[in-house]
């Protein structure tokens, strides 16, 4: 089973180094992104990139829905 772990500010200097590791220990992140053309320099991970604002809690909503693998 994959362990899911979400990361908030993963564009960020630490959030970047933070989601590498964790999809390098086979972990597959969920990386939350607040501007989606940031989010481009983490797509070379295994990890769902998913746009939302921690100031927004409607957009906080999508973090918790599980992804369907097929479509990945």
């Given at each position: 089973m994959v362990q899911?772990?979400?990361v908030?500010?993963?564009t960020g200097f630490i959030g970047i180094e933070v989601s590498r590791q964790l999809a390098e220990?086979?972990?597959r992140p969920r990386?939350?992104?607040r501007?989606?053309?940031r989010g481009l320099?983490?797509?070379n991970l295994d990890a769902d990139i998913m746009q939302a604002d921690i100031r927004s809690p409607k957009s906080l909503d999508?973090?918790?829905t599980p992804i369907d693998p097929k479509t990945k």
């Open positions: 899911k772990v979400l908030t500010g993963a220990r086979g972990m990386l939350m992104v501007r989606p053309v320099m983490l797509r999508r973090l918790s």
